[in-house]
């Protein structure tokens, strides 16, 4: 029987691995030295250097240091765009658990990209009107999941919010401020009790009266 056209070939696998390997490699070498350095004192050389490979192969992958960062700051948007999806659905049909598993996956994408999320803050007005563009329709594009646990929550009468999009975007600036404060939060506390206090504060303010029990294991507050 001949091989299923769709199928992927062993050296095909291993070609693919090693691209993204390579891509993995260069994005977080690059997000590591535009947030020390700025993008603006980072050359393709430098780069190079901190990544541990030729400038040879740098451009294989990036025609531009423009390139490498937009592909840096929408490496952390591809990563909301797979990860809090998939925690939502996990986490059933509640909009309240929903909402919750949303904001701690924003959060832990941010903590495992977290130069790259400064870089969003830093840098991103040094890109070109189409870039800046494009990580503007991602950002919108990835918190959707965010806005619509608040939307279905305040339509089941869990949650009480006059704007839930404002909401939304509250939780997604407690997320980032993760990476924007981290050099001050990681003296007290883990991202575990970073992500279970600012949930349990921001749900106090939103949840509707007489529900407290139900979400009790979200709203507990401590170290």
């Known amino acids: 029987m001949s091989e299923p056209a769709t199928s992927i070939k ?14 993995r490699q260069l994005l977080d070498a690059a997000a590591r030295l535009m947030e020390r350095d700025g993008s603006e004192a980072v050359s393709m050389q430098a780069l190079a250097a901190e990544a541990g490979v030729s ?16 592909a840096v700051i929408t490496d952390v948007l591809d990563a909301f765009s797979t990860t809090v999806p998939a925690a939502v659905e996990e986490a059933g049909e509640d909009p309240v658990r929903r909402l919750a598993a949303a904001f701690a996956a924003y959060c832990r994408v941010i903590d495992s990209h977290r130069h790259a999320a400064l870089l969003t803050y830093r840098e991103s007005k040094s890109l070109d009107e189409a870039g800046r563009d494009r990580i503007k329709r991602l950002e919108v594009e990835t918190s959707e999941p965010l806005r619509a646990a608040v939307r279905d929550g305040v339509g089941a009468g869990k949650l009480v ?3 839930p999009d404002l909401v939304a975007y509250n939780l997604l600036l407690l997320a980032h401020a993760w990476a924007l404060k981290h050099w001050y939060f990681e003296q007290t506390r883990t ?12 749900l106090r303010a939103i949840l509707a009266d007489g529900l407290g029990d139900a979400y009790a294991d979200l709203l507990s507050v401590g170290r």
């Open 161 to 163: 919010a006059a704007d």
């Open 55 to 70: 400038v040879g192969l740098i451009y294989r992958y990036f025609g531009s240091k423009d390139d490498v960062l937009l």
């Open 191 to 202: 991202l575990d009790s970073y992500i279970r206090d600012q949930l349990a504060l921001a």
């Open 10 to 23: 062993p050296h095909d696998a291993a070609r693919q691995a090693l691209v993204e390997h390579r891509s």
